[in-house]
């Protein structure tokens, strides 16, 4: 069972608000990943973190940012939400184990619909 | 074109059917990924594969670096296993993965 977690799992909203998507994983890893996902779609990256003090853009990320304070804890904000933020993301980690084996751990998703 | 491609997209079976699910890559990688979506959204990690072949349970994935391709099978198929089925992989020197579009199955009893 993974313990990723992510809040809040539904969220409509107007055009132009501010939102901040949280999403927070007890495993310890480092490496956290946001991604977008349009039904029926491909996964998109929309930033990436090594660890504490580390941000990296992905595909589509010149509409958002992201902070890494804290180890646990990797937020998505959206400065202005348009229709076209409407989707679902999804947020990851994942744990390299000392045999190469790296396993993925996602997050249940945040669905977004912007009116 | 993708960098990753998946067939079919859609796939449907009855129980007990043998089923594989086919990803071929056009870049070089260090790993590729089959991972399970379920309807909602919540995706599981099935495989990392770099070489060869992995079994866990019903659930075999193989990979043929040369020939850039991996397939996911799964023997006695059961309705629970319904779901997409995403393969992802990771090109050389970078954390990031691609991402198939995904391999929808439904298995009716």
């Known amino acids: 069972e993974a313990d990723i977690y992510q809040t809040p799992r539904y969220l409509v909203i107007g055009t132009g608000k501010k939102i901040t998507l949280e999403c927070s994983q007890t495993?310890?890893?480092?490496?956290m990943y946001w991604y977008q996902q349009d039904p029926g779609m491909e996964l998109h990256l929309i930033h990436y973190?090594?660890?504490?003090?580390?941000?990296e853009k992905g595909d589509l990320s010149s509409e958002s940012t992201v902070s890494r304070i804290r180890t646990e804890h990797f937020p998505l904000t959206l400065e202005s939400a348009r229709p076209s933020h409407t989707s679902q993301y999804l947020c990851?980690?994942?744990?390299?184990?000392?045999?190469?084996?790296?396993?993925?751990?996602f997050g249940p998703g945040t669905r977004l619909l912007v009116l | 074109k993708n960098e990753v491609e998946q067939s079919p997209q859609n796939l449907t079976a009855q129980e007990g059917e043998f089923i594989t699910i086919n990803c071929s890559y056009s870049?070089?990688?260090?790993?590729l990924h089959w991972l399970q979506q379920h309807p909602g959204g919540g995706i599981v990690s099935l495989f990392m594969?770099?070489?060869g072949k992995k079994k866990h349970g019903r659930l075999i994935a193989t990979i043929n670096i040369q020939e850039k391709h991996s397939s996911l099978h799964i023997t006695a198929s059961h309705p629970r296993d319904s779901a997409v089925y995403i393969c992802?992989?990771?090109?050389?020197?970078?954390?990031?993965?691609?991402f198939g579009t995904g391999t929808r199955l439904q298995v009716f009893p």
């Open positions: 990851a980690s994942s744990e390299y184990l000392t045999s190469g084996t790296e396993t993925q751990y």
């Open positions: 495993m310890g890893h480092d490496k």
């Open positions: 973190s090594y660890g504490v003090n580390s941000t």
């Open positions: 870049v070089g990688i260090s790993a």
């Open positions: 594969l770099s070489s």
């Open positions: 992802a992989v990771r090109a050389y020197n970078t954390d990031k993965l691609i």
